[in-house]
């Protein structure tokens, strides 16, 4: 699987980006799709998560209300548009596909390059 994310870049605090993430190499519409980030000196977070036929979201409580996900299964791209940008949200941000791995469990498995996103004050 080959994750491309892109739209990234630099805007003012208050203002909005939308990331998207290209996959190719898999059946990409049965899979459920998640960004993360991870800023400098600090682990990789998640962010969010969309379930494969979009009918279930899930945030990480920083970006609840703020940031939204979405998916076209026809193009074959997970959306991640983020308003009211803060500082803090400055990170590289990943896609990565959740992949179950039995007994209801799942793990996140193949990553993309990542976008920066840096938010000034």
């Known amino acids: 699987v080959q994750l491309v994310e892109s739209g990234g870049g630099l805007v003012q605090a208050g203002g909005s980006l939308k990331l998207s993430c290209a996959a190719s190499?898999?059946?990409?519409?049965?899979?459920?799709m998640g960004w993360f980030r991870q800023a400098p000196g600090k682990e990789r977070e998640f962010v969010a998560l969309?379930?494969?036929?979009?009918?279930?979201?899930a945030y990480a409580d920083s970006v609840k209300g703020r940031f939204t996900i979405s998916r076209d299964n026809a193009k074959n791209t997970v959306y991640l548009q983020m308003n009211s940008l803060k500082p803090e949200d400055t990170a590289v941000y990943y896609c990565?596909?959740?992949?179950?791995?039995?007994?209801?469990?799942?793990?996140?498995?193949?990553w993309g390059q990542g976008t920066q996103v840096t938010v000034s004050s």
């Open positions: 990565s596909v959740r992949i179950p791995t039995g007994g209801g469990e799942y793990e996140y498995k193949y």
């Open positions: 190499g898999r059946t990409f519409s049965n899979y459920d």
């Open positions: 969309i379930r494969f036929r979009g009918s279930s979201t």
